[in-house]
């Protein structure tokens, strides 16, 4: 009897480690340098653009509690919370309440001009730095939002996010190959399908540690948290099998995301659970900006093509 | 084995990216990824001495761009929440008492969870009042100068003189509970009184409740 040996056998008939290792660049450069449809990146930035824009108005309300010498966390305490000196903030230089709101405000047109898709490039640049200011100064006030939007933030740096439905588009034309398939916009979108495959891994791993998971109760503790509570989910107390069932299916959807999500038979199941979960947070935990959020990148594994003449003919 | 499927078909055919553009592209992707994968993969605890290692050199990129995190939401369990009851001494003598975060008047939602995160991470470095007093005593270092900051903004905020801090971990009652209307206690821990110090701003605190409190659940 001969034993296979995954070396033993390649597509490109070479039979041989060399082989094995020449399919495997194949394979990697069609996964990053195939050209792709910068569509879903203008969808994911007319999102991601105005949840930031939210999130900015809601930092403004606050921006001297959060930012501020005098706020939650003093400047000179932030690095018991963070890494420091590597996380940076514009913020550390403002140290009056006017220096504090330009700053904010400069983080605020970023975004909307973000949304607009209007000097795109420089205003995803200016949105990322300033999401990653705020966050990095008021450690004792981020949460999940904040981790998703930088994500989301990176890619649109990336890649060409603002080619097509923005106003760019509109000033500029669609001259030059602006809005066409590119490299661009396939790494770009790849880099954050690979980032929600390690999010939602890490997520899940980190859940297996949990008895509530496997007892599958934990949808319970979420539910009776009065804190986070804006839905009143307690009548399931009388239904503990939906529970578990709920909890089992969310325990399952996250560690298989990272696998299941890449084939074209299960991936419709794990986008469409993908929404139930972050709209369920949402509605239910108050959370409705860091389900959007987390939506909108899952945003990056949907087909899109931009429609041309032809399809019209 | 042979790597996961790329789905090229989704996308138009591939672009001739020269070589020498596509080894440094490769390189950068690899070494980005590398960082996001090592930031969860090295915390929080429990986790390696090697990943801890691997974490040394991705620090600067990782600060840089926002990207240390652990992406362990609700994990291991969801736990109970968490509150700030304060009480402050006004100017004038009167009391003003109140929570963080308040449903009531922390609106929009938005600004409820970003004050809501403030005992959120408090709860994770302050040990419980039932806890061993040397546990306690190492721990103070860590959260009583986050806990003045906290004092300082509340004072601030409110145009107090003096305040009062404690941190509630709110009862988080099962199923059965619920169902016959029953619920337990919260559980207190005095994190101390804090007074506005003067002109320049700074506060001085106290721990008096926090040194001879018993648990009250």
């Known amino acids: 009897m001969t034993m ?14 060399r082989g094995w290792l020449a399919d495997w660049a194949e394979a990697w450069n069609g996964f990053w340098f195939t050209a792709a449809d910068p569509l879903p990146l203008a969808v994911i930035r007319i999102a991601t653009g105005a949840i930031l824009s939210w999130a900015c108005v809601v930092w403004l309300l606050d921006a001297d509690a959060f930012f501020g010498p005098r706020g939650w966390l003093a400047p000179g305490d932030v690095w018991r919370m963070n890494d420091q000196p590597w996380q940076w903030s514009w913020f550390f230089a403002a140290d009056d309440p006017t220096a504090v709101r330009v700053l904010g405000g400069i983080m605020l047109v970023a975004a909307v001009l973000l949304t607009l898709g209007l000097a795109t490039p420089l205003a995803a640049i200016v949105s990322l730095l300033g999401l990653v200011s705020a966050a990095n100064r008021a450690p004792l006030n981020t949460f999940g939002l904040d981790d998703t939007l930088g994500m989301l933030l990176i890619s649109l740096v990336v890649g060409p996010s603002g080619s097509r439905l923005s106003l760019d588009e509109k000033i500029l034309g ?3 190959g602006r809005g066409a398939a590119s490299v661009r916009a396939n790494v770009a979108l790849r880099l954050l399908q690979v980032h929600l495959c390690v999010v939602y891994f890490f997520s899940g791993a980190g859940k297996l540690f949990g008895a509530s998971w496997w007892e599958g109760t934990a949808l319970w503790g979420a539910a009776a948290n009065l804190q986070y509570q804006t839905l009143d989910l307690t009548g399931l107390a009388r239904h503990p099998l939906v529970v578990n069932a709920i909890t089992l299916a969310t325990l399952f959807w996250e560690v298989a995301y990272a696998a299941l999500i890449w084939p074209r038979l299960t991936r419709p199941v794990f986008l469409a659970m993908a929404v139930a979960v972050h709209l369920g947070i949402g509605l239910a935990m108050g959370m409705m900006e860091f389900g959007l959020a987390m939506i909108v990148a899952n ?8 429609p041309t003449r032809t399809d019209f003919a | 084995m042979r790597p996961p499927p790329a789905d090229h078909s989704e996308f138009s055919p591939r672009q001739p990216v020269p070589r020498p553009v596509r080894l440094l592209l490769s390189l950068v992707i690899l070494v980005y990824l590398t960082g996001v994968i090592i930031a969860p993969l090295s915390g929080p605890p ?11 050199p991705f620090r600067p990129l990782l600060g840089a761009l926002y990207l240390g995190h652990g992406y362990r939401f609700f994990a291991p369990n969801p736990g ?7 009480t402050i001494t006004m100017p004038d003598g009167s009391t003003k008492a ?4 308040d449903a009531k008047t922390d609106w929009p939602r938005l600004l409820y969870h970003r004050r809501f995160m403030v005992p959120e991470k408090l709860a994770a470095l302050v040990p ?4 061993p007093p040397e546990i306690r005593a190492r721990a103070r270092g860590d959260w009583l100068p986050l806990v003045k900051g906290v004092a300082g903004n509340l004072l601030r905020t409110h145009g107090g003189d003096r305040i009062t801090l404690e941190l509630i971990e709110h009862y988080l009652p099962g199923p059965d509970e619920v169902a016959e209307g029953r619920s337990g206690p919260d559980m207190i821990t005095p994190l101390g009184t804090f007074a506005r110090g003067g002109s320049s701003g700074r506060f001085g605190g106290s721990l008096p409740q926090a040194e001879g409190a018993t648990p009250r659940r």
């Open chain 1, 4 to 17: 296979i040996t995954p070396f033993d056998r390649s597509p490109t008939g070479q039979g041989s480690f």
């Open chain 1, 174 to 176: 669609a001259g030059q």
């Open chain 1, 299 to 306: 945003l990056a594994f949907l087909q899109a093509r931009t």
């Open chain 2, 46 to 56: 429990p986790a390696s001495e090697l990943s801890q290692l691997m974490l040394q």
């Open chain 2, 80 to 86: 109970p929440g968490h509150s700030l009851r304060w």
């Open chain 2, 98 to 101: 109140g929570s963080t975060p």
């Open chain 2, 128 to 131: 419980p009042v039932d806890a």
